[in-house]
Each structure stands twice: as structure tokens, then as C-alpha cells.
């Protein structure tokens, strides 16, 4: 593969400070350090070029919605051999054999059924996946996640599951201009967190908030996210939209 292009590098570059110019400021605002913040790049539809650009700026972690999409990017850029691939889109139950070869996280765990998928096909592989618990926060029937009100009891049956090392909690706030509408989605899902942490099961840590995309990241840095996903801001708008 030819090097990237240093036109796209300069113009990754840039969305790329900017970005960490933002979660800079809201650290601040929130009396936060910003290395208590992961930036989590979301690649879906995304070409191979430009991650390998991402790749160059020094980004070593992409996420895709979509298991089959990633599973072709990792296996088109297996030479780079320190690319993380963190699932956050709905995992099918047939689809855990691919999850299980190459991911390093999944974010949208919310079914006993998924966990059990996956520990089967890690135990054979001789691996294990850090996963979250996806929470749908907005209410949202449209939306994948628990309703809060199950993740407890949800939680202490994942110590079954030896492969899945259980390390917090991830939302998709509601898509809405409306501050005063998104952030309380942020807010649940950290007292969510807060309550599970005292009683969490042997094994199981409630230390990441995975919430805040492009539009909305600084609402979640402001309520406590320790990881922001974002696809727009540094990618540039998709051809494809999200619905496809």
C-alpha cells in the first residue's frame, strides 16, 4: 500500500487538533484532565486510505458499527499491527464467530444470548474481549440497549461469561440540537454507574462511560465520559448515511 496522501494527512491532522482542542476545554470547564478522556474514532464507511492515514497521525483504535465491515478493514490492514478494532454497533448471535477473531472491545453488549455467543467462540479462540454494557438511555424503541431499570440484574450474570471482561457502560444520547433534551441521557447512564459500582459482581468494573459523539461530546465530558466516539468531526460528513 503507498503511502498516505499529504494532503489528506494535513487535513486529518487538523480535524484532529481541533477535536482535542474541545475535549481540552470542556476537561477544563469540567475541572476534568483531559487524559481521562479517550478519543474513540469512528470509521464506518470510511476507506482504507484514510484510516491508514488515521493510522499515520498516530490513531491506533477505530471503531465500526458493523462486524462484517471491520472484519474486512482488519483483514486488509493486518500489516499494521498495533490497529485496535472496538465494536460499537448491534452484535447478531451468528455473527459472534467473526467479533471473537479480531476485536479488542465491544461497546454494545445488552443480551445474555450475545455474551454467551461470544465467550464460546473466545474460549476456543483463547482470547477475551473488554466489553461495556449498552443502556438505552433515551428511551428510544428505535435504539438498541437496556432499559436502566434491567442493567443491574443484567450485570450480575455477565461473571459467568469467563471471557468477557466487564469494564463499564455505554449510551447513545437522543439526536437532538436541545442540550437541556441530551444531557440528562448523559446523566443517567453515570448515576447508572455510580449505583452498579457499589455492589458490582467480582470481576466486573464500572470505570468507563462510553457516551458523546461529534454533536454532543462536550455534554458527556461535562457528566463524566471517559470515552467520546467520534466519526464526523474527523472523518468529514459520510456519502452513506448512518440509517444504511
Given at each position: ?14 480535524n ?7 475535549i481540552?476545554t470542556?476537561?477544563?470547564a469540567?475541572?476534568?484532565d ?15 486510505a ?7 497521525i498516530?490513531l ?21 499491527h ?6 460499537i ?37 483463547g ?13 428510544e424503541a ?7 431499570g ?12 469467563a ?7 455505554m ?5 437532538s ?9 448523559f ?12 455492589d458490582a459482581?467480582?470481576?466486573v ?13 462536550e455534554?458527556?465530558i461535562?457528566?463524566?465520559?471517559t ?8 472523518f ?9
Amino acid at each position: 500500500m503507498s503511502a498516505p496522501d499529504p494532503a489528506a494527512l494535513a487535513e486529518l491532522r487538523g480535524n484532529l487538533d481541533a477535536i482535542r482542542a474541545r475535549i481540552d476545554t470542556a476537561c477544563r470547564a469540567a475541572g476534568r484532565d483531559p487524559a481521562q478522556v479517550r478519543l474513540l474514532p469512528v470509521s464506518k464507511t470510511v476507506d482504507e486510505a484514510r484510516l491508514r492515514a488515521a493510522h499515520a497521525i498516530g490513531l491506533h483504535a477505530l471503531g465500526e458499527n458493523k462486524v462484517q465491515e471491520a472484519l474486512g478493514k482488519w483483514q486488509a490492514m493486518s500489516d499494521l499491527h498495533d490497529l485496535r478494532w472496538v465494536l460499537i454497533g448491534h452484535l447478531q448471535t451468528n455473527k459472534a464467530k467473526y467479533a471473537a477473531r479480531f476485536a479488542s472491545e465491544f461497546q454494545a453488549l445488552d443480551s445474555l444470548r450475545v455474551a454467551a455467543a461470544l465467550d464460546a467462540q473466545l474460549q476456543q479462540q483463547g482470547r477475551a474481549l473488554d466489553v461495556l454494557v449498552q443502556v438505552n438511555t433515551s428511551g428510544e424503541a428505535s435504539k438498541f440497549g437496556l432499559p436502566p431499570g434491567d442493567v443491574p440484574a443484567f450485570v450480575k450474570q455477565l461473571p459467568a461469561f469467563a471471557s468477557l471482561r466487564v469494564r463499564g457502560l455505554m449510551t447513545l444520547a437522543l439526536l437532538s440540537d436541545d442540550d437541556a433534551r441530551v444531557r440528562p441521557c448523559f446523566v443517567r447512564l453515570r448515576e447508572l454507574r455510580d449505583r452498579l459500582r457499589q455492589d458490582a459482581p467480582d470481576g466486573v468494573a464500572m470505570d468507563e462511560l462510553s457516551m458523546g459523539m461529534s454533536g454532543d461530546f462536550e455534554l458527556a465530558i461535562a457528566e463524566g465520559a471517559t470515552t467520546v466516539r467520534v466519526g464526523t468531526a474527523l472523518f468529514g460528513r459520510r456519502d452513506t448515511p448512518d440509517s444504511a
